[in-house]
T-cell receptor, first 113, second 113 residues
Framework: KQEVTQIPAALSVPEGENLVLNCSFT??????LQWFRQDPGKGLTSLLL?????REQTSGRLNASLDKSSGRSTLYIAASQPGDSATYLC????????????FGKGTKLTVNP | DGGITQSPKYLFRKEGQNVTLSCEQNLNHDAMYWYRQDPGQGLRLIYY???????QKGDIAEGYSVSREKKESFPLTVTSAQKNPTAFYLC????????????FGSGTRLTVV
């Protein structure tokens, strides 16, 4: 069964700290790995997408890596800010990409001023 | 700007009623999806459609129905057969041109009264 696990479930850090969110997946036939942000009561905002042929992607203060051999992805957030507080979700797609994403349950991040 | 519009934002259903959630996109994406989000359970796939006039069941399709008569529209009907419909419903779309990166709508919160 295809599963995606995110650890930790919640994380609280002081402003300015660099942090890493972890994501592990069981299906090695990965098509892509996507990271999203969700604010309370809102939809999901796409942050980064890593194709199976790539090792990492960067956008501003965010960097996501992909290691297919170990079934892991990490989201690195540099110089965290209170506005980064949200739930971060990772999701894996397989089978050509268009069929479905399997989501982890998310990491709830709180950045304290 | 292109995007996905879900309506209504909040919906209340009486016992035994069918209700329809709207999802419209102007992104010219071929694939569309419906997910359900419950606290502590993450996002679960209800139905998806890769092309007009075709759709497939996801992991939790029982008690739901969909149609895909137009590329832009993918409405979801929650039938009276769905015994626990209270949840946050998210619609998404994707396209091969963007490596099947997902774009999400802002969601509909359905409550049974």
């Amino acid at each position: 069964k295809q599963e995606v696990t995110q650890i930790p479930a919640a994380l609280s850090v002081p402003e300015g700290e660099n942090l890493v969110l972890n994501c592990s997946f069981t299906d090695s036939a990965i098509y892509n790995l996507q990271w999203f942000r969700q604010d309370p009561g809102k939809g999901l905002t796409s942050l980064l997408l890593i194709q199976s042929s790539q090792r990492e992607q960067t956008s501003g203060r965010l960097n996501a890596s992909l290691d297919k051999s170990s079934g892991r992805s990490t989201l690195y957030i540099a110089a965290s800010q209170p506005g980064d507080s949200a739930t971060y979700l990772c999701a894996e797609s397989t089978q050509g990409g268009s069929e479905k994403l399997v989501f982890g349950k998310g990491t709830k991040l709180t950045v304290n001023p | 700007d292109g995007g996905i519009t879900q309506s209504p934002k909040y919906l209340f259903r009486k016992e035994g009623q069918n209700v329809t959630l709207s999802c419209e996109q102007n992104l010219n994406h071929d694939a569309m999806y419906w997910y359900r989000q419950d606290p502590g359970q993450g996002l679960r796939l209800i139905y998806y459609s890769q092309i007009v006039n075709d759709f497939q069941k996801g992991d939790i399709a029982e008690g739901y129905s969909v149609s895909r008569e137009k590329k832009e529209s993918f409405p979801l009907t929650v039938t009276s057969a769905q015994k626990n419909p209270t949840a946050f419903y998210l619609c998404a779309s994707s396209t091969r041109d963007r490596n099947y990166g997902y774009t999400f709508g802002s969601g509909t919160r359905l409550t049974v009264v």
